[in-house]
């Protein structure tokens, strides 16, 4: 079983909708869940992070991170073209070293 | 908004030779790292660095690599013999603090082993 599973899509929803992106692990000691949009051959972006279980928003983006179930998620509501990009999952262990990312899911929206 | 940057942008070289790549972590941050994303691969850990050693790095940073910081701002990855396997994007990532997972990376270098 891999460390991280992301669907690596591409997810092509129309403008306006909303967006369930999501991740499993199976690493019980992460304790730091992000998310980065990455787009085409360019550096990660760090949208959201979030520590321990729980949810996070902010503006349109909320993260919810579940660790019962080993599984994250973003939300992007009122979805823009703009939103066009790879999105990866990446978390931590406390006081860890190191991130460990998911494979990205590619997004597209379309106008 | 400060930012990581990294210099240079793509590079093209020769198998066998040796490669610098540099970067200008964010200013008050104490923990600089190097990832690799292999074009439609994961992007992957390579090092971590802190207080002037490393603190991790992972199966793939061998005996070709080292990193250094030769001064109070740039932090520096070589390659010394470069393989055809090598060609990748590299990111130059840094955080403030220990028991965060806010880590900020650059935009990358190319590189590119013919």
């Known amino acids: 079983q891999k460390e991280v599973e992301q669907d690596p899509g591409p997810l092509s929803v129309p403008e306006g909708a909303i967006v369930s992106l999501n991740c499993t692990y199976s690493?019980?000691?992460?304790?730091?869940f992000m998310w980065y949009r990455q787009y085409s051959r360019k550096g990660p972006e760090l949208l959201m992070y979030?520590?321990?279980?729980g949810n996070k928003e902010d503006g349109r983006f909320t993260a919810q991170v579940d660790k019962s179930s080993k599984y994250i998620s973003l939300f992007i509501r009122d979805s823009q073209p703009s939103d066009s990009a790879t999105y990866l999952c990446?978390?931590?262990?406390?006081?860890?070293?190191?991130?460990?990312f998911g494979a990205g899911t590619i997004l597209r929206v379309k106008s | 908004e400060p930012e990581v940057t990294q210099t240079p942008s793509h590079q093209v070289t020769q198998m066998g030779q040796e490669v610098i790549l540099r970067c200008v972590p964010i200013?008050?941050?104490?923990?600089f790292y190097w990832y690799r994303q292999i074009l439609g691969q994961k992007v992957e850990f390579l090092v971590s660095f802190y207080n002037n050693e490393i603190s991790e790095k992972s199966e793939i940073f061998d005996d070709q690599f080292s990193v250094e910081r030769p001064d109070g701002s740039n932090f520096t990855l070589k390659i010394r013999s470069t393989k055809l396997e090598d060609s990748a994007m590299y990111f130059c990532?840094?955080?403030?603090?220990?028991?965060?997972?806010?880590?900020?990376f650059g935009e990358g270098s190319r590189l590119t082993v013919l």
């Open positions: 690493n019980s000691a992460f304790q730091y």
């Open positions: 979030t520590y321990s279980s």
């Open positions: 990532a840094s955080k403030i603090r220990p028991g965060t997972g806010e880590l900020f």
């Open positions: 200013s008050n941050h104490l923990y």
């Open positions: 990446a978390m931590a262990q406390e006081y860890g070293n190191k991130l460990v």
